[in-house]
């Protein structure tokens, strides 16, 4: 539902309800017609009031979309770079510790040969 159409139903609804309840109490005619150019105006006030606040509301929708629009990517891109930038910092630690790990296992087998050939 939009948001233009539910209001121009709450103050249809609201209209008709102040309406119903300024007719059916029991006032002189000149009483009654104060009342209800009072009402209509302050009804008016209310309704443009409303009608600004929406007009504020779609202006602010309206540049959150754009402004996410423009950031979206940028963050994206930021964290791409970033990520690179972190892989290509860990390629050589990476093979650095391979090394050491296959030097490390290089050191055992040849401790475990020279165990053998002292246990003969």
Partial sequence: MKASTFFIGLAAGATAGALTALFSTPKSGSELRM?????????????????DQVA???????????????????VVDG????LQTWKDETVPIQNRLQD??????????QLEQAMAQVRK
């Fill in 35 to 51: 009342t209800v150019k009072n009402a209509s105006t302050d009804w008016k006030e209310k309704f443009v009031d409303v009608k």
């Fill in 56 to 74: 504020n509301l779609k202006d602010s929708i309206s540049g959150l979309t754009k402004e996410s629009k423009e950031q979206i990517p940028e």
């Fill in 79 to 82: 964290v791409k770079v970033s």
């Fill in 100 to 109: 050491e790990i296959s030097a490390i296992q290089q050191s055992l087998d």
